[in-house]
């Protein structure tokens, strides 16, 4: 095929489609097939000026902050309406950017529409406090919107994350300027696409696709900008903060993970598997909150550790089209070739692979791999792979297991799975962690607060923490007692 015949997909800046200014092009690569499969706009900084003036002009001079609240939830509900008719476009395209299996990307279509639904009516449906004063004075909160939001999304759930990003960011009356992830941007730029459809004034939602540098970078300088909200590697957010903090715009980072699987002796041993498995080789464990350091109780551990293998060996894998597909490719040969690097290494800093590893035929595949056997100082333990490689230890006590789930400088979330009451209690306040589950994996309230500690982010999102991050609380004052 040649490029003449790929689709292509532009920046998406004032309700337009354009190409770049300097008409530059970059191809996506389908990781399957290993072959291009579309071509994106490449971004430069002068498209990120425009871009941010059109989301600037948009908030100062446009419609939408001025928009009563519920004629923009009624819009952002249209939105949510026409990705529910475009679902198996939206999903077929993260599927064709990351070798994400279909049913799972039909899965995260769905959270995104509820993304939508749910702060839509959220800001919808808000109240604010009132203070009355003893001085003869009555003073309530206003919640007005931040400004211009620059949203930097990841490649690993690439329309259900940018969604996170945008929903609150347009429900709350600011603008957006999002750059979804180089490797997986075509579902984000469909997306803008259905927001022109669903009547969008010009500005409030813009797409610029390319690379962190010059794309990325120019957006979080830009002075500007009023918010930054990022989703990615703890380097990267690291330098987005230092740029944001160049024209004090506040920031809200969710970065990774190196979540710890906690399982009791007491346990429900088929339900700790199950989730066991989802929470390590789910996305290929192309997930941040992946559960990748395991920790099972040793009055526990064989029976488990042989339930979770078969389990891990029993996962369906195949081309990521076929809806009976679990588990397929990893992202890109980038990502293939740094997952790789550590399985590689495991015997040589002292562990073992229990089942799993590196597919040999040329593909970009890492088998769901487990580790045993491991150093608690061994690269695989302490750094984020992000892939299907989880490090199962044995532990004997409760406060053994904290402090080994602790030991980290991440802090993005953990599992605990135990029968007691009281344990699961007790062992989730000690955790240092945004979020814990408790004999699950991956639920979500969206109106909980979502965000780290340590290396895994700054700020919280969701419910009234989004409102918070993406708003600038007012205090009125008014005087009601003249005596």
């Not at 588990?327 to 229990?354: I, N, P, Q, W």
Request: one cysteine or more.
């Amino acid at each position: 095929m040649s490029a003449e015949q790929h689709p292509f997909f532009g920046h998406v800046i004032d309700n337009v489609e354009v190409e770049s200014l300097d008409g530059a092009r970059f191809d996506t690569v389908n990781p399957w097939t290993r072959e291009t499969w579309a071509e994106v706009a490449e971004g430069s900084a002068a498209d990120a000026d425009r871009a941010v003036a059109a989301a600037r002009r948009a908030f100062d001079e446009g419609p939408w902050p001025r928009l009563g609240r519920h004629e923009r939830a009624a819009l952002i509900h249209r939105l949510a309406d026409l990705m529910e008719r475009d679902a198996e476009v939206l999903a077929a395209l993260d599927t064709s950017d990351m070798g994400k299996p279909s049913t799972q990307a039909l899965h995260d279509v769905a959270r995104s529409v509820l993304n939508f639904r749910f702060f839509a009516d959220h800001q919808r449906d808000s109240t604010a406090e009132v203070m009355p004063m003893d001085t003869g004075h009555h003073t309530y909160v206003e919640y007005g919107p931040a400004g211009v939001v620059v949203a930097i999304s990841p490649w690993n759930f690439p329309l259900m994350m940018a969604t996170w990003k945008i929903a609150p960011a347009i429900a709350w009356g600011n603008t957006v300027v999002i750059k979804p992830a180089e490797d997986t941007p075509t579902s984000v730029v469909h997306l803008a696409r259905l927001a022109v459809e669903a009547g969008f004034p010009p500005g409030v939602l813009n797409v610029l696709n390319g690379y962190g540098v010059p794309a990325g970078s120019s957006l979080t300088e830009d002075p500007r900008v009023d918010r930054v909200t990022f989703t990615g590697e703890s380097g990267t957010g690291k330098v987005v903060m230092q740029a944001a903090a160049s024209h004090l715009a506040p920031v809200s980072l969710e970065l990774g993970g190196k979540g710890a699987n906690i399982v009791f002796d007491d346990a429900d041993l088929d339900n700790a598997v199950h989730w066991a498995v989802e929470a390590i080789f789910r996305n290929a464990g192309q997930v941040c909150l992946a559960g990748s350091r395991l920790f099972v109780q040793d009055g526990l551990y064989d029976e488990f550790l042989d339930r979770f293998r078969a389990a891990a060996e029993a996962l369906r894998f195949g081309d990521p089209t076929d809806p009976a597909t679990q588990f397929s490719c990893l992202a890109s040969e980038e990502h293939f070739r740094k997952v790789k690097g550590y399985v590689d290494t495991v015997a040589e800093e002292g562990g073992k692979v229990l089942t799993g590893g590196v597919a040999e035929d040329g593909s970009w595949v890492v088998r769901p791999t487990i580790v045993v056997d491991l150093p608690l100082e061994a690269s695989q333990y302490c750094q984020e792979i992000f892939g299907p490689v989880v490090v199962v230890n044995k532990f004997h006590s409760e406060d053994e297991v904290v402090g080994l789930a602790n030991d980290t400088r991440y802090g993005l979330n953990a599992m605990v799975f135990t029968e007691n009451l009281s344990r699961a209690h007790r062992v989730s306040s000690r955790l240092r962690a945004g979020t814990v589950w408790v004999n699950c994996f991956f639920i979500r309230d969206l109106r909980t607060p979502f965000g780290g500690v340590g290396d895994s982010g700054v700020g919280r999102e969701g419910g009234t923490f989004s409102r918070e991050f993406f708003t600038e609380p007012k205090a009125v004052v008014m005087q009601i007692d003249r005596g």
